[in-house]
């Protein structure tokens, strides 16, 4: 079956002469994963989807995949489904750009290598790994998210994380926190671009 996704493409490369060979997948239908995705493809001038496991194969027509999702209980949402199906997808031969959207701190060797590790990120030479900092306001969660996240700021989080990155999470969480800025995708543009060559 054709793509069209990869007509359209490949007809807005030929005009602009863009040659970022990229997708862009969001796991996330509003919030900062959601505007992440949409800077990233402005940056890039590449495609991009919401993700639908019906639709997610198209990401084997691309050089480069980048995946975004809210870091939830220290899981990547949504990202156990593009592992699931590797193989299918012919991801092997592609550039995986795995980013994670949360409230630690990027800066943090152990927050960031616990989520490498626990998202399935380690030991391949094709995935490469992003933090970025993402935003939350309390009264704007859903009923279910609220109950959740008061669990995870009672129990989960020094559970799960170093005291240091839960008690930073948890203090973002608390006061509301706003991390979000297009600046923070600056290294993950380069590496795509660096790799795309």
């Not at 002469?17 to 493809?41: E, F, N, P, R």
């Not at 593009?82 to 031969?93: A, I, K, S, T, V």
């Not at 203090?171 to 590496?191: C, F, H, I, Q, T």
Request: charged letters at 25%; a positive charge.
């Amino acid at each position: 079956m054709k793509n069209p996704n990869r007509t359209a493409r490949e007809n807005r490369r030929a005009e602009t002469g863009d040659s970022i060979d990229t997708i862009v997948v969001c796991a996330g239908k509003h919030g900062t994963s959601l505007q992440y995705a949409k800077w990233l493809m402005e940056e890039l001038g590449c495609d991009g989807m919401g993700f639908d496991k019906r639709k997610l194969g198209y990401v084997s027509f691309y050089k480069n995949v980048v995946f975004i999702g809210a870091v939830r209980n220290g899981d990547i949402y949504m990202l156990n489904m593009l592992w699931q199906n590797y193989n299918n997808f012919g991801l092997e031969g592609r550039n995986l750009f795995i980013c994670g959207v949360g409230l630690g701190d990027p800066d943090s060797r152990s927050y960031v290598d616990l989520l490498r590790r626990r998202n399935g990120c380690e030991g391949q030479n094709n995935i490469n790994f992003f933090m970025l900092p993402g935003k939350i306001r309390k009264n704007k969660l859903v009923m279910l998210d609220k109950t959740l996240f008061k669990n995870f700021i009672e129990v989960g989080a020094h559970g799960l994380y170093a005291k240091e990155d839960a008690d930073l999470i948890i203090e973002r969480a608390k006061n509301d926190y706003d991390g979000m800025s297009r600046d923070n995708l600056e290294p993950l543009v380069k590496k795509i671009i660096e790799l795309n060559a």
